[in-house]
């Protein structure tokens, strides 16, 4: 790099963080998640308007390679925190409602995103065709755990006994999406000769949970006298998951997909604050390099140039996405006896996709699986769907759905109410008045 470079990316990186935090106020302000208007004003900056002119003059070609490492890292910790925050306990607690959720708000939009990929098929000619059907029946059935965990905070439903049912499901359809997601890579680069080595994964997961497991959960008791985590032992947690991350990398997976597993494996201790102070102190450094992400995604965003069969795409995927994750949630949650308001109330907040989706979307354009032209109307479909999460709620909840679980009257009688809407309030994230993870 010439030191003009050097100069170029701390002033690009400057800039993408005045931009997250203005696009994040005003998302905010209207009354949408911040990551929504972070995504955005990545968007904003893409090539879209004024030709590109904008993009490539505050995003020269020769700094966005450079741009991509704290992108990338952030990425890392960023799933790192995802899979720490999939406790799956919850769902014991949650009951049939849980499980019938799951199953309909999975198999439903996998089957009409595998029928959308054969339409799109027509006049496309993917890396892989057999992965490119498997990826966009992932792609449309994706719930962005993060963002829900920040929206039931926001709206004070963390701790009720709907938004348990709501995060609980939403954690196994984040690890089917990624479990898919994998497969995916392995059917999209089966030409590779190293093909076997995916395989790998396997012993390599059993591996982190037989070992590596124990290991920190014996490592990470040894609190100091104030019960904070000590220094020592953040650096090795970061580690690992760096560490996976490069692992699964190698063997011929995306990164994030070590990264989360990493996540998965850390021991679910006793003392609920120590993942919270773990995932707090994560959140800084992905605040500063998540941004950058949005602003590389924005940079591949045309919708310029994707024309009138690019919009009849976008309303096709648009119909498939909401009608396929509305209806199966509403359906699964229905036959097990959840009341027709509250299964819909269910059915919007696993709508929400944000930034989970615009990683899937991403490792999708880097396998060959998208153009460019589609990956822009998938990445606008995550954006509006995670836009008409905030209006949806305010359409069907109710002021006892923001209420103690105590107080929800209609919940189905076998519903644990008091340890199970605890733990989802203290796991969910922070109060409404302090920022979370996204």
């Known amino acids: ?97 849980a499980a019938g959720t799951v199953l309909g708000s999975t ?3 996998l089957a009409l995103g595998a029928a959308l990929a054969f339409h799109l098929l027509r006049d496309r000619h993917p890396a892989s065709r057999p992965g490119f059907v498997l990826f966009i029946a992932v792609a449309v059935s994706v719930t962005a755990f993060p963002v829900l965990a920040r929206i039931l905070a926001e709206r004070r439903m963390s701790g009720t006994w709907l938004g348990t049912v709501a995060l609980s499901s939403a954690a196994v359809c984040d690890l089917a999406a990624w479990s898919a997601l994998a497969v995916v890579q392995v059917v999209a680069g089966g030409g590779r000769q190293d093909h076997w080595q995916v395989l790998l994964v396997v012993p390599y997961a059993v591996a982190l949970f037989t070992c590596v497991r124990p290991l920190l959960e014996r490592l990470l008791s040894r609190r100091g006298p104030d019960r904070m985590m000590s220094a020592g032992n953040l650096a090795v947690v ?23 597993l990493f996540g998965l494996v850390m021991p679910r201790m006793e003392d609920v604050g120590f993942r919270a102070e773990l995932l707090h102190r994560t959140q800084f450094t992905t605040t500063l390099l998540l941004p950058v992400y949005f602003i590389l ?54 709508n929400t996709r944000g930034l989970t989706e615009l990683i899937a979307l991403g490792v999708g354009l880097e396998t060959g699986l998208l153009d460019h032209r589609l990956y822009s109307v998938m990445v606008l479909m995550a954006v509006v769907t995670t836009l008409m999460t905030g209006p949806l709620i305010r359409c069907f909840a109710r002021p006892e759905d923001s209420a103690a679980p105590d107080a929800d ?6 519903a644990p109410a008091g340890r199970t809407g605890r733990g989802s309030a203290d796991r969910a994230g922070a109060p409404a008045g302090r920022e979370t993870l996204w």
């Open 238 to 260: 970061l580690t690992g998951a760096l560490v996976s991350a490069a692992v699964t990398q190698a063997l011929g997976l995306h990164f994030v997909l070590g990264a989360f």
């Open 107 to 109: 198999l439903v939009p």
């Open 409 to 414: 009257e209609d919940r189905p009688p076998r």
């Open 297 to 350: 995604a924005g940079l591949n965003v045309d919708l310029s140039q994707i024309g009138s069969a690019g919009w009849w795409d976008f309303a096709l995927i648009m119909a498939v996405a909401v009608t396929g994750k509305f209806a199966g949630t509403w359906l699964g949650a229905r036959s097990q006896g959840l009341p027709p308001r509250r299964a819909a109330l269910l059915a919007t907040l696993m």
């Open 1 to 97: 790099m010439t030191e003009l470079d050097v100069a170029m990316l701390l002033a690009d990186i400057a800039l993408i963080l005045v931009i997250a935090r203005v696009a994040g106020r005003i998302a905010q302000a209207l009354g949408q998640p911040a990551v929504l208007g972070e995504i955005v004003g990545g968007l904003l900056v893409g090539p879209t308007l004024f030709h590109g002119a904008l993009a490539a003059t505050l995003f020269p070609p020769e700094v966005r390679p450079y741009l991509s490492v704290p992108a990338n890292l952030g990425l890392v910790l960023f799933m790192f925190a995802v899979g720490l925050e999939c406790d799956f306990g919850r769902i014991r607690g949650s009951g049939r409602i």
